[in-house]
């Protein structure tokens, strides 16, 4: 019995060989750096990302000019104060500076607000991508796909194994379902409430 089960298991793995060999191995790549900018999607959610990292800026900036503010102050005054108070007040300064440069770590930092906020924007997008993708390759029997984007290094890659173009296309074609079925909410919404109005017209 053993040994017929791995005749079997033999004989399988033979097939899938020969299977293989005879119809090659389906290989395509896609540029997901192409793709996200053209995602609508994925515009809006870089956007909203860049308000608040020119906001971040805009805050740590104006910590500095206070910065600025408080040692051209004490430059100024250092004549007029006692070596206690010329000590105190540098380290006042020295405390600011420390609080703005763990500022400026917290918000582009490794592991900042930055970073997940960026993961929190974008990796739903991503997963999108990556799910069409995954479609892609069952429906068009690929055995391998690479993102020419990430680290892979891609020395040449001939156009016709691009698949980029075919996954918007269909990122698209899912918007516009989506699209109508909002506008098809709408409409309905619109005609309920036109059915409750003639409602109480007629009760009155």
């Known amino acids: 019995m053993k040994r017929f089960s791995s005749f079997l298991l033999f004989l399988t793995l033979l097939c899938t ?15 997901m750096d192409v793709i996200l900018e053209n995602v609508d999607e994925y515009k809006t959610a870089n956007q909203l990302l860049n308000k608040k990292v020119e906001s971040w800026k805009k805050e740590i900036e104006l910590q500095k000019l206070q910065l600025k503010k408080l040692e051209d102050a004490l430059n100024a005054e250092k004549a007029l ?51 069409i993708v995954r479609e892609i390759a069952q429906e068009r029997k690929y055995d391998f796909i690479f993102d ?21 296309r269909k990122i698209n074609a899912q918007d516009r379902i989506e699209d109508r079925k909002a506008q098809l909410n709408k409409r309905k919404e619109q005609i309920n409430k036109a059915k409750e109005q003639v409602k109480k017209l007629k009760k009155n």
């Open 81 to 131: 104060l006692t070596p206690n108070l010329i000590s105190d007040r540098e380290q006042e300064i020295n405390g600011f500076a420390n609080d703005i440069v763990n500022l400026q770590t917290q918000k582009f930092g490794p592991g900042g607000a930055l970073m997940l906020q960026k993961s929190k924007l974008l990796k739903p997008i991503q997963d999108r991508v990556l799910g």
């Open 17 to 31: 060989q020969i299977n293989w060999a005879q119809r090659g191995v389906r290989i395509g790549y896609i540029d």
């Open 148 to 168: 020419r984007s990430s680290d892979l290094v891609m020395l040449y890659s001939a156009k016709n194994y691009d698949i980029s173009d075919l996954v918007l």
